[in-house]
């Protein structure tokens, strides 16, 4: 496996531009792609999130009156897919994955550079081909889940549209998996060992491997229904024999796995996070590893707890609630692990850790109301409800988001080579953290009563409660400011960061701010001990030998 | 952490998180977080309910408790720039925390197992109709629970009252057999079992009352059933609960739930036969 380019070869390093217009090329750096697929991630998300603010606009009051019932249904489907798709999926797994990996396994690129550029490019016009659906002739409005019958009869166009774009969108994640896994495999470099590695390419390997097995067949899925919509076959539709359950089945085959796939790189990257600034090792490095695969192989057979209300046999209902309860156990371990690495270091409280901290707590309440959903008599009352849409925005945003803003106070430094402003940092975590548990903790209260999801309009008695929620809302855009402003005011004027700010041992650190195009100058040090924190420090420079 | 500081701190976390726990137990019992019960299936599911936002509780108040004393004990002070100890594992603590977990898991399954029998649902699914055996389409009917275990054992067909549901974009139909009743508005008498066959026109509906504690897809080309057994008269809404059209938050209905004389009454004056 030598494929990878090799930068130091002056004749490749010539085709590709440099400075900021690398960041607007088919650039095969992955430090570049890495970033290109955060920024471009990042604004996907304001879009996703100004979509959010209509929605929590139009359930300030009872009465559907913000915008027409079309378009709300358009509205929340685009919310959904554009959040998902196009900003934590491809966020934690393209852009820190990119990043990352190439320097935790000591290569100076991915194993497939083109192929991880075409990736990156698949994704930018697959989402204006999303969003530009609405104005040609309406988005797609039948949720992301895309259930049919409805999804074969809404309009033809936007659904079609945005299967395209979900294809391609999976054809660009399927790239990256086996990028991820061939690099992490066959790029290791000479003497690191498996178990040696930093845990977030562990998280990579199991989200790649959940990836490569679960996308094709959404694919596939996806297909049929296009058939059925342009060709009129009925794989899925009733009346033409065809059956809706299948459907259910086949799309939450891959649909579970794929919150693994947005909160199995932010386990990852907790885990790199925390060691640092709390100056201590991680915490049972074994016992995160099995636990990932743990979770990658439950992950893959628990797909019916969302189906709990539709057709399913009463043993399939059993199962699927055993399999989904035991998940709790590999996620578990890794929660105790994480506050056990807290326990007894000396944590420098910056917004890395605080956002961190932030999604221990957020993570842990939907992973309560995560083990009362699996149970299916707790579940027939909720399923579909306010409470669910509270469940998984505390695991997606509460989980992921965080960690992903988390992330960047972590990285920023060796993105750009400046420092983040703490303070505006800490003000952003304060912002986000109320805002996010004012806008969804009532919302648990909102299903148990008797509230559905994805509606416009509801019973009065709601009202109150949802206002609390959309003030939420507000705070949670209003907390986007600081943050923006703190990057771009840093990124140019931030005080200078030196290579290694957070005296950080993994070996991403061990090179300059941003690294140079090869990644390091002269070879790639051998880290054997990447959380080797409070050890002689002596010990230590043997261990990084270079 | 010899000195006195650490004790009292972690004393006061410990004082405060029990007492927040106490304060999740009394929530559990004294604060109404659902909605009025209004059918045999409705206790049962309260239960489980409390129990689960007990055990939640304790669980999600521990680990902030952690979280909090951790971030205010173990922070950097001023000036210092050393290392924390270096603990890289501990094989007996992490089996101890894979071991809580599962006990706790393995509880919660058996006992949701438990409460799911007693709701019914592991009861075999049928809809009382008498005609209905020479349906093929009966074959294959999935779907709900609350065919209340207790009283099946011993019930007759006339003692449970088949009503047909038809879904459609964007309203429920219901049919009562027996008078050949068709409304808009589901009527049942407090403390008879009914048993809905319901099936959708065009796209996946969801039937569900919330004081009911119950929910069904309605589903096109797949018959789902439901059994349910009033316990309290009042009027409840009917609310779809699976994304079905622009008019989604609209198609809702109510279900009336009538003493026996008066829900008779009801009947007598809409039966179209006479029975």
Known sequence: MTISLDPTNPSSKKLQPTGWLRYFSFSLDHKVIGLQYLICGFIFYLIGGALAGAIRIELTSPLSDFMPREVYNQVLTLHGTIMIFLWIVPVVNGAFGNYLIPFYVGARDMAFPRLNAVAFWLIPPSGLMLISSYFINGAAQSGWTAYPPLSITTPAAGQIIWILSVLLLGGSSIFGGIN????????????????????????????????????????????????????????????????????????????????????????????????????KPLFGYATMVYSI???????????????????????????????TSFI????????????????????????????SCGFIVNFVLGGITGVALAQVPFDVHVHDTYFVVAHFHYIVYGGSVFVIFSSIYHWFPKFTGKMLNENLGRFHFALTFIGFNLCFAPQHWLGLNGMPRRVAEYDPQF???????????????????????????????????????????????????????????????????????????????????? | MGSSVPKTSAILTLIISISLAVLGVWIAYNIKMLPIEASQNSPVYDELFKVLFIIGTILFIGMVAIVLYSLFQFRRRAGDEGDGIPLEGNISLEIFWTAIPAIVILFVGLYSYDIYDRMGGMSPLMHHENSSNSNPLDQKIWGGIGSDSIESSNTDNSMVLPIELTAMQFAFIFHYPKGDIITGELHVPVGKKVSLKMESKDVIHAFWVPQFRLKQDVIPGQPTVLNFTPTKAGTYPIVCAELCGPYHGGMRSNVIVDELNEYDNWFQQNAKETI
């Open chain 1, 180 to 279: 991820f896994i061939a690099t992490i495999l066959k790029l290791r470099r000479p003497g690191l060992k498996l178990m040696q590695l930093p845990m977030f390419c562990w998280a990579m390997l199991g989200t790649s491997l959940l990836v490569v097995i679960s996308t094709p067949v959404l694919a596939g899925t996806l297909i049929l229904l296009s058939f059925d919509i342009v060709a009129h076959t009925g794989f899925f539709n009733p009346n033409l024999g065809g059956n809706v359950i299948v459907y259910q089945h086949l799309f939450w085959f891959y649909s579970h796995p794929a919150v693994y796939i947005m909160v199995l790189p932010a386990f990852g990257l907790v885990s790199e996070i925390l060691p640092v600034h709390c100056r």
């Open chain 1, 463 to 546: 009202e109150l409660v949802n206002q609390i929620s959309s003030m939420g809302a507000l705070l949670m855009a209003l907390s986007t400011l600081p943050f923006l402003f703190n990057v771009f005011q840093s990124a140019f004027q931030g005080k200078d960061a030196g290579d290694n700010p957070w005296k950080a041992l993994t070996p991403e650190w061990l090179t300059s701010s941003p690294p140079p195009v090869e990644n390091w100058k002269g070879e790639a040090p051998l880290v054997i001990e990447p959380y080797g924190y409070g050890k002689n420090n002596s010990q230590q420079e043997s261990k990084i030998t270079k």
């Open chain 1, 328 to 355: 709790a156990v590999p996620t578990g371990i890794k929660f105790f692990n994480w506050v056990a690495t807290l326990w007894g270091g000396k944590i420098s409280l910056n917004s890395a850790i605080l956002f």
């Open chain 1, 293 to 323: 695969m743990g979770i990658v192989v439950l992950g893959l057979i628990v797909w019916a707890h969302h189906m709990f209300t539709s057709g399913t046999p009463p043993w399939m209902r059993l199962f699927f609630t055993i399999a």
